[in-house]
């Protein structure tokens, strides 16, 4: 399985903590170009041969799975499950998705281990597939996402999806936020273990203050936040002296080592801001230092200046001047184009030369947006800083990547990009059939030469398209698909109700999707069945032979 385009970027920039991604390598047209054509095929009953094992069986465990402790949620028992317990981690899930198949033994014992704390949370699942309703009320867009309520109140997860990770992710959501720093040892202690962190100083371990830094405390992953009631003790944590309580700071190693907070606690709010503003380096180097916090650290928006170390020595302190004006609402990254490690990167920005170059990028879940740069051909300071407010105040329009438009276009399965799908696709007197897939995809390259006959089979009706486009170099919002392949049918007449095939990828399964779902009727002439089964075992043979090339490949 594939997941989608932004979904990727999201895990370049976590390569370095352990998340690899694969290298590109052939792509599933070649696959399709040495396909057996099958001039005589009928679809009958019965005649279904399963090639494409697809996501349907990936990352399904084996065995039972004791699933007894995870609450199953529904319409009828959402906002009760919710009134009724304080601390509830939901997971919304489809079960086809091989990711949640992955996660649902982690997510069970999780369960199990959980429900016996002194402070117990449930874990309870929602069938986002059966439930769109529900799932789209809260945003979901790619699976499995985990949402955690805490007395109503929702804020996504943000730890890893084993059993260990989920148990320890969760229990830190029940106790205190804050390390309560009370003696000078204990201050000595925490800052020696702690090279960031934020500190408060206040008159009492509760009210308005207190409760608004406990607040923030519990929202945020990654940062330390100690308290005190002693002015002794906040020197030591770096509050200044003129400052009385209430006060808090954010100590970091980085530029601008100490920032103090001077706004209200009448609420969170303010706090929560000041704490996303400052918690990152004012321009972020994509090093292994940072990939994790780049990751995590809340701030959707990124502006990344693609540079080499000669034009940094120039760019990177007006850079950070840029930076200064959209601190906490755009993170400012930089990143070497001479840093082989990082090429995958540049890859997703399709950047190929040594200039200098920024791209923003918007990141919504498992979704994103690719801003270029339009403020004139050369970087400057002014150019930089209204292009960085514009992005900030989501002004600047979206890019959307494509390759180039191909000369000829005459093969069964016609070829899209992001600069044809509004002649082809959406074309509103034919039933466009278009396959997203991936370069490099095994599963992508198993459907290739099924999805070519059934062009083949489709060639003599007119009123029916059958097409395919590279998701991995091409952006445009019809062709974001949570996995690769991801087939679906455009029908005439009606291109904003697009409809996603399920079924199992075969011939005659496509066959019998596109007679049920093509706002055009049409009708297929019927060839001898003999000829069918044998074509049939032929493509499933040659697509066994490609399947065992590949995991030599691989291995």
Not at 137 to 154: M, V
Not at 280 to 301: A, D, E, H
Not at 345 to 360: C, D, L, P
Not at 487 to 493: E, T
């Amino acid at each position: 399985m594939r997941r989608s385009r932004s979904f990727v970027f999201l895990l370049l920039l976590a390569v370095f903590v352990g998340i690899q991604l694969s290298s590109r390598l052939a792509a599933s047209e070649e696959a399709a170009g040495g396909a057996v054509v099958n001039d005589d095929w009928e679809v009958e009953e019965g005649d279904d041969v399963y090639v494409g094992d697809g996501e349907e069986d990936a990352g399904a465990p084996a065995g039972e799975i004791d699933e007894s402790d995870v609450l199953v949620l529904t319409p009828d028992n959402f906002d009760d499950a919710l009134k009724n317990n304080d601390y509830i981690l939901v997971e919304f899930y489809a079960p086809w998705c091989g990711h949640c198949k992955e996660l649902k033994p982690e997510y069970a014992k999780a369960a199990t281990i959980l429900k016996s704390d002194p402070t117990p949370a449930v874990l309870a699942k929602v069938d986002a597939d059966a439930h769109k309703d529900l799932a789209k009320q809260y945003a979901i867009s790619g699976f499995p996402t985990l949402l955690w309520f805490e007395k109503g109140k929702k804020k996504d997860f943000k730890g890893e999806r084993e059993v260990d990770a989920i148990v320890k992710w969760v229990r830190g959501r029940l106790g205190p936020a804050t390390v309560r720093v009370n003696t000078v040892e204990d201050a000595a202690d925490f800052v020696k273990a702690n090279a960031q962190f934020v500190a408060g100083y206040f008159a009492t371990f509760d009210g308005e203050a207190f409760d608004a830094f406990e607040s923030v405390a519990k929202d945020d992953d990654g940062q330390k936040f100690a308290a005190t009631t002693s002015s002794e003790v906040a020197a030591l944590l770096q509050i200044p002296a003129k400052k009385s309580s209430p006060a808090v700071v954010l100590v970091k190693p980085e530029e601008e080592q100490l920032a103090v907070f001077d706004g209200s606690f009448v609420n969170s709010d303010d706090l929560a801001k000041f704490v996303l503003a400052h918690k990152m380096p004012l321009v972020t180097p994509f090093t292994s230092k940072y990939s994790q916090r780049i990751f995590s650290c809340g701030i959707s928006r990124l502006l990344l200046l693609f540079v080499t170390k000669e034009d940094a020595e120039k760019l990177t302190p007006i850079y950070s001047e840029v930076a200064k004006t959209v601190k906490g609402d755009v993170l400012c990254i930089t990143v070497d184009l001479e840093d082989e490690s990082v090429a995958n990167v540049r890859n997703f920005f399709a950047i190929t030369t040594k200039e200098a170059q920024i791209f923003g990028y918007r990141a919504f879940g498992d979704v994103g947006e690719q801003y270029r740069f339009d403020e004139g051909p050369q970087l400057t300071e002014e150019s930089m800083k209204r292009f960085a407010q514009r992005f900030a105040a989501d002004k600047v329009p979206i890019s959307y990547k494509s390759e180039d438009i191909p000369e000829k276009n005459d093969d069964p399965v016609k070829v899209v990009v992001g600069k044809s799908i509004d002649q082809i696709v959406l074309d509103d007197s034919k039933d466009v059939l278009l396959e997203m897939y991936m370069t490099n995809c095994p599963h992508c390259q198993k459907l290739a030469p099924i999805y070519f006959n059934l062009a083949k089979r489709f060639s003599e009706v007119s009123s029916i398209v059958i097409a395919k486009i590279n998701g991995e170099l091409n952006d445009h919002p019809l062709i974001r698909a949570e996995v690769y392949p991801t087939v679906r049918l455009f029908p005439a007449g009606k291109k904003n109700e697009s409809i996603e095939f399920k079924g199992d990828k075969n011939l005659a399964e496509l066959t019998r999707f596109l007679k049920a779902n093509a706002a055009v009727p049409f009708t297929l002439e019927r060839k001898p069945v003999e000829a069918a089964a044998a074509e049939e075992q032929v493509i499933a043979q040659k697509t066994d032979d490609e399947d065992a090339a590949v995991q030599k490949d691989e291995l």
